[in-house]
């Protein structure tokens, strides 16, 4: 009985970890794309898009726990595309080789907003 509860926290435990896991490596496969696509966004290496995607995943997790807001520019509408175009654009204050412009953040938002929406799972956290 013991060994079967154990078991079961040990597994859950892991599939936590794995969502995280999972959410972090398509924030950043999004993030690439959209920096590829966005004029005025560049992101200078792999360990800058890394950070980048372990802060946006950061900024996301404390909107959603604070408001209860996703940052998606199509799962909320307007108010989410707002949200993911300011979190794009704050994050280049926490990572440095991450540099965006205004018109490169609401840009961006549409387009991490397409590419995120066609990306499969469940991205909640």
Do not use: C
């Not at 966004?41 to 909107?63: G, K, P, Q």
């Not at 408001?67 to 799962?75: I, M, N, P, Q, R």
């Not at 509408?77 to 490169?104: E, P, R």
């Amino acid at each position: 009985m013991a060994n079967s509860q154990s078991s079961s926290n040990s597994e859950s435990t892991m599939g936590a970890v794995g969502q995280v896991i999972w959410r972090l490596v398509t924030a950043a496969v999004v993030l690439a794309i959209t920096a590829f696509f966005t004029p005025g966004f560049s992101i200078n290496n792999f360990w800058t898009l890394a950070i980048a995607a372990v802060v946006l995943t950061a900024i996301d997790y404390l909107i959603v726990k604070f408001t209860g807001l996703h940052v998606s520019s199509f799962g909320k509408g307007f108010v989410g595309f707002v949200l993911a175009a300011v979190t794009l654009y704050v994050t280049q204050f926490f990572v440095a080789g991450y540099t965006i412009s205004w018109m490169a953040a609401i840009i961006g938002a549409l387009i991490y907003g397409v590419i995120d929406y066609f990306i499969p799972g469940e991205q909640n956290m």
